[in-house]
């Protein structure tokens, strides 16, 4: 429990603001799915944008959003999380709502600009607000938390594809307001159900760049923003590769991306709660990297197999590929909160952001560039690079967890920010 100044007690980890958090999530992310499933046919169709113009304007907003990760987190660190989320959501429902208004370039990357800032000081934030809702099993509330995250943008991205087949304007811009009012709808069922927990009380060695001078910490950020490049190796890569390499119907593309949704699905719950603990992270990390590792030839082999069998090896490449992406994100969430102190979890969430939309914004030039040019000798050596990033984690996490004691869970870093 934590005494507000009021005197009322706040209860840490109940049921309540579990469930409201975890409501609230799944509402934006219905949103997300319907946006981002349609976002450049309306760019495009709609708004006449060329397509050049979009992904140049899309490029620019994403590397302009990095810039509100650490500042944001300090902010949540300092007033409190639910405060600088809420503030974000609000951001991102009018942002989404001005994308109907747009004339332009220069108004389209405008608002794409002001709306990767608010989705990057929301993600640090909100981070920061889970590590506080988390409770004493804080591995199985984000476990489930990241579950109905992933089934909302699975059922947003039904419910574009119905707009999709419709293929008119006011379709389109149904889906936009669709998920401004999700952003708005979201902070409601938050400020209503998730308390205002007050900020922590901070060291005297705190600094608003602490999180810089933790190297254990950094390094994971590190080797988890590189291996993110397995998320865009099935919803980028892989379809480009059956369409154009393969004699695989068009529908498996379809085929493969469902698989992918439902496994993480069902087992994000199952096997993230058992993942806790930043060693059991670090063994989490390196299990992921093998199963990539046999994932990715398996990938590159549907080229090589009848039209009949290579949706069938598709679809299992994309199963094993997907437990090892159950796997990761665990990982992910043990070290990324786990290693973080408590008072400064939005700064460190910050910077945990950053670390992974940095490595999505360079994801696609690697796998198509790179990847994609070499054939299957790319797939190998791709499975290979993630095999090393996740034998790599077991060591971060042992030397994460050698420098950080008892009531100190940031020592490296506080002696190094202490002694400027």
């Keep these: 429990m934590i005494r507000r100044g009021s005197g009322r007690r706040i209860p840490i980890g109940s049921a309540g603001p579990q469930r409201a958090l975890i409501t609230a999530s799944f509402v934006s992310r219905v949103g997300n799915g319907l946006f981002n499933t349609a976002a450049v046919l309306y760019f ?50 009018a942002t989404m709502a001005a994308f109907v208004l747009i004339d332009g370039w220069l108004a389209f990357t405008l608002v ?81 159900g998730v308390p205002d927990y007050p900020p922590l009380p901070r060291p005297e060695e705190h600094r608003r760049w602490s999180v810089l001078a933790d190297r254990p910490y950094v390094s994971f950020v590190a080797l988890y923003s590189a291996m993110g490049l397995q998320y865009q190796t099935v919803s980028l890569l892989l379809p ?32 993230g709660s058992g993942v806790e603990s930043p060693r059991q992270g670090g063994r989490a990390f390196r299990l992921a990297g093998l199963l990539f590792l046999v994932s990715c030839p398996l990938m590159a082999l549907t080229a090589d197999v009848p039209a009949w069998a290579a949706p069938a090896l598709a679809v299992l490449a994309v199963c094993l590929h997907s437990v090892g992406e159950v796997w990761e994100s665990s990982a992910g969430f043990a070290l990324g909160f786990g290693l973080a102190p408590d008072h400064a979890q939005g700064q460190y969430q910050g910077l945990f952001g950053i670390g992974f939309d940095a490595g999505q914004a360079l994801a696609p030039v690697v796998l198509t560039g790179a990847v994609l040019a070499l054939g299957h000798t790319g797939w190998l050596l791709l499975g290979a690079f993630f095999a090393l990033l ?31």
């Design 44 to 93: 495009t169709f709609v708004a006449h944008l060329p397509a050049a113009q979009v992904g140049l304007g899309l490029t620019i907003a994403g590397l302009s959003g990095l810039a509100a990760g650490i500042p944001a987190g300090n902010l949540a660190d300092r007033y409190g999380p639910r405060t600088i989320w809420l503030t974000a959501l609000v951001l991102q429902a």
């Design 112 to 192: 794409a600009t002001l709306d990767r800032l608010a989705a990057t000081s929301g993600s640090a934030a909100g981070g920061a607000l889970v590590a506080r809702v988390g409770g004493d099993r804080p591995a199985a509330f984000r476990a489930r938390l990241r579950t109905f995250v992933n089934l909302g943008v699975v059922l947003g991205t039904l419910g574009a594809a119905v707009a999709i087949q419709i293929d008119t304007r006011p379709a389109y811009t149904a889906l936009i307001l669709a998920n401004a009012a999700s952003f708005a709808l979201a902070g409601l069922i938050a400020y209503l």
């Design 240 to 271: 480009i590769w059956l369409a154009a390499h393969t004699a695989a119907p068009r529908w498996t593309v379809a085929a493969v991306y469902a698989m992918n949704s439902g496994v993480c699905v069902l087992l994000q719950s199952r096997i």
């Design 390 to 420: 996740g034998a790599a984690g077991p060591s971060v996490a042992a030397w994460a967890e050698r420098t950080r004691s008892a009531g100190e869970p940031n020592a490296e870093a506080a002696r190094a920010t202490s002694a400027r």
